[in-house]
């Protein structure tokens, strides 16, 4: 009984020490995933749409066809390299490693957004487009208002379940010298030699941002489908 009060009370000494440097790794994941998700639905969103079958625009939707083939087959890692060491390297430029992060974060999702939307636009059956014709809907105001809010309804697990995945892959860019949530538990590690405490910390950590991301889903989804 008294060890196990020495290790719970060794425990806890040692989440308080190392607690800092989490909140401060936590801050860093957190500001990562949101910066990058916005970059990814956007621009994914917009390559999506373009290149579903009933709005292709020739030459740009082959051109955001060829951009998401070599983000989806480049690995994040390799695309994290490139964007911190490579790029500014041949531009005679200087880049953060936030800035990389968040932009190689941003590109490799947007790829799979990118897919994701059109799929779910071209889910969307011809007759829902030919309706909007006949009803003197305009080609933007019929994605705008017909399109567009079918498709989330389609599409909205697959893109929580990549805005999940995205915030694992923050745990990543400490390799670029980013001190996020991983890279701040590793450091902690290499100070107290206590990687099991420290690994179940953050696979803790990660689990509550997961569960909150799943929580926040199904409340959008539930007022989606009443709506």
Excluded at 63 to 87: E, H, K, N, S, W
Excluded at 94 to 114: H, M, P, T
Excluded at 169 to 182: K, Q, R
Aim: net charge positive.
């Amino acid at each position: 009984m008294a060890i196990g009060g020495i290790v719970i009370m060794y425990v806890l000494l040692l989440l308080k020490n190392s607690l800092p440097l989490l909140l401060q790794g936590l801050y860093a994941t957190l500001l990562l995933w949101i910066s990058a998700s916005i970059f990814s639905i956007i621009a994914g969103a917009i390559m999506g749409v373009l290149r579903s079958n009933a709005l292709r625009i020739v030459y740009i939707s082959s051109l955001f066809d060829g951009i998401t083939f070599v983000l989806r087959a480049v690995p994040f890692y390799v695309q994290l390299l490139i964007a911190y060491f490579v790029i500014p390297s041949l531009l005679h430029c200087n880049i953060s490693a936030f800035c990389a992060a968040v932009i190689s974060l941003g590109l490799c999702s947007a790829s799979y957004v990118s897919q994701i939307m059109r799929g779910g636009i071209n889910a969307i059956s011809v007759g829902q487009w030919e309706a909007a014709k006949v009803l003197g809907y305009s080609m933007l105001d019929t994605v705008r208002f017909i399109i567009v809010p079918q498709t989330l309804k389609i599409v909205l697990p697959a893109l929580i379940g990549e805005c999940d995945q995205l915030l694992k892959s923050t745990s990543i860019v400490s390799a670029i010298g980013v001190l996020e949530l991983t890279g701040a538990g590793r450091n902690i590690i290499a100070q107290e030699m206590n990687p099991l405490t420290i690994y179940m910390v953050l696979a803790g950590m990660y689990l509550v941002m997961s569960a909150i991301l799943a929580y926040c889903a199904v409340i959008v989804e539930k007022k989606m489908y009443k709506q």
